[in-house]
């Protein structure tokens, strides 16, 4: 999986490089993220903007995500959700669970 | 992959496709259910959903059946199978695991996070109706979409 990584103040961003997270590359997802918590960040955003489509299971690894981040005190959004990734949170209530953001911009601004 | 176009007429009727069992795979299977949804005799402001609702249900019933056969056989191979009839698209998925009972399976607890356990969730969400047998030759998976 492309991922771009970038350290802004006190924020890791993941920006997925990816037009579609499947079962294919959603436990690379998972992986990566759990490296960068474990890397002792405090508050990391995964940027969607360029992801087009996620199935369940990459839904299961920002859940992953988003568990972990909570059991190391670390803030976890999401930004830039695609209307077809946006209408996967809300049919599961996902959308009730995470931090989301409508952009990259305004997640780092939070 | 081995394609198998059993039958093409102006409105395709029958499509077989086999994919190896490998989740690689995936996005090719979504992009070929993308591909039907333009071809298909529906209303044109329902088809960028409905293109979306069968690249869905084809990778969740897909990656279902891989991780079923993987247990089983690395080199085994899905079969899908797309028909329309009477307005109706069915797309079949075989698998050659153990199988599961898909009047079992409880609807997600949306409170629970965890972190599998939506992909039938998701296929019974975005289509009509969903069926599994168990047969001698292997399992299906059948899902069904009204076309109207």
Redesign the interface.
Known sequence: MRVAKEVRDDRTVLSIQED?I???NSGELKDLVLKTLEGGTKNVVIDLARVQ?I???G???L??G??NASLRSSGFALAGLQP?VR??FE????HR?FDIYPSLQLALSA | MRWAVIEMCETFVNLDIVVPSQTRYLRLVGAIAEQLAKELDVQEDTRDTLAFHLNLALTEAVANAIQYSSAANSTDSVRICFSVEDAYLSVRVYDHGGGFDLAALPMPDFDELRERGRGIFFIRSVMDSVQYHKTDSGNVLEMRKKLA
Do not use: E, I, P, W
Request: net charge positive.
């Open positions: 579609r499947d079962a294919h489509f199935d369940s299971s839904l299961g690894a859940l992953s988003y568990k077809r209408s996967m049919l599961t209530r996902l669970v």
